[in-house]
């Protein structure tokens, strides 16, 4: 039993909620390449994110943001994974519902704070109070993840394959996007 993606899968959440395992899992699930438009813009620039926030700034970051979906979304059918931010972008989210399927993977603030407290790597959360930093960027963003096109709760409980099994239960409710092949 295998899987046909008819569109690519656009992995769309803040950051903690679980959008690279999950899509690293999700795309080994049903056999198509896992792609990750952060690693893809690190690559080009040859600088972590990080740093071209502190160099070029976030506007110009968003900018290579929308360049570097497009192109992933134009090549091969695959499980897309994007930064927390992307999804905020109008012509970020016209270039995904023309080209593929946005799914949010929406974990409640408590959870996401489980999952990045204790990490150094996410740029927007170097400041005096993380937890506020963080509440403050969920509160002003789930109003954009709520246009994805489906929604897949996460739980404190569910593994990484649980939340797949979610996703593809999903995935599979939609006309023409993920066809079960023998």
Known sequence: MGFKLHKTVVLVGMMGAGKTAVGK??????????????????????????EIFERDGEPFFRDK??????????EERCVLSTGGGAYLSE???????????????????????SRVRHKNTRPLLRTDNPYETLKTLYEARVPSYELADLSVKGKAEYSIEDMVDAVVSELKKQDNLLEEIA
């Open 25 to 50: 899992a999700l795309a080994a699930r049903i056999g198509v390449p896992f792609l990750d438009s952060d690693e893809e813009i690190v690559k080009a620039a040859n600088m972590s994110i990080a």
């Open 65 to 74: 943001e929308t360049q570097v979906i497009t192109r992933l979304l134009t």
């Open 91 to 113: 012509r970020n989210r016209k270039i995904i519902s023309e080209k593929g399927k946005a799914v949010w993977l929406n974990a409640d603030l408590a959870l996401l704070w």
